[in-house]
């Protein structure tokens, strides 16, 4: 995983939902005015977990599009310190006026600090979590379709919820998705990239960890992806891996949409002091609503 999983700006704002216990998890919740259930979406945060005033705040923006949101507490209390987002590779802007030593530093923070994490909140461990999460809201009264949005680390996970849903150790089914949007991709090494999608309609951003071809073969469920071409962990040849895949799964509706000049993190994380990032980063948002609209309809 690449320093820019740990870059990024905080968004000004309040956030405007409220918090509550659901499936065992404390989840912060966004309401659209109706109320109404029916059409629910699942984020799946990025490393810096569901306190991160940045998804909140987008959360809050797809509720005010009609969407029921939920923002669930995946790391149960262990996601890293926002304090990462600028002493870790910054916006590209920034990058250009390190010195060797600063990045020499930077580059040692990521090994160190991720590491453990990762192995803390490996598979084993995280994918029962939301698996038993998205379970709940499909069992929630007024619940209709789920989409489901992952950031970086979540990229991964709501890509796997687009392969169907899987089976417990009780042997009953979990999990699964409807569709899925992805967005922002970054190669762990030359067969893995980070993505993040969502469920019954997912929208991913800067995903992490994900096998090519391995976890894009088993997708049964609609899929967007957003990518940027300045992204440090994902190279355009492995956009095109990514491509070509789903290019063959003619019986599922697909997306790729590129954005120049972003680095990983730009749907969630992007410097709005440039009238280009925060472009992007709001077309990057369109992008999600509008597979949402048209996928959990």
Partial sequence: ??????????????PTGRVDTLGGLQTYIAEPKTGSKEKSIIFISD??????PNTRLLADEYAKEGFYVYLPDFHEGDSLHIDFLQNVEPPLKKQESLTVVEKAKNAAVVPATLGPWLLAHREAVSKPLIDGFVNTVRNTPGTNKIGAIGFCWG??????????QSKDGSGSDVGGVDAAVGAFFEPFSSSQVTATLTLTSVPACHPS??????????ITKPLSLAVGTKDSLLDM????KIQDLLAK??????????????????ALRSDWSSEKDKKAMDDAQKQGL???SKHLA
Avoid: N
């Avoid at 799964?249 to 730009?266: A, M, R, S």
């Fill in 290 to 292: 509008a597979w949402f």
């Fill in 1 to 14: 995983m690449s320093s820019c999983c740990l870059s990024g700006a905080i968004h000004e704002g309040s």
């Fill in 249 to 266: 799964k003619t019986d599922i509706p697909h997306e790729v949409q590129i954005y120049d000049d972003q680095v990983h993190g730009f």
């Fill in 47 to 52: 490393i810096f977990g569901w306190e991160f």
């Fill in 155 to 164: 990229g991964r996970y709501a890509i796997l919820q687009t392969h169907g």
């Fill in 209 to 218: 960890l994900v096998a090519i071809p391995g976890d894009f073969d088993p």
């Fill in 237 to 240: 040849g492995s956009i095109g």
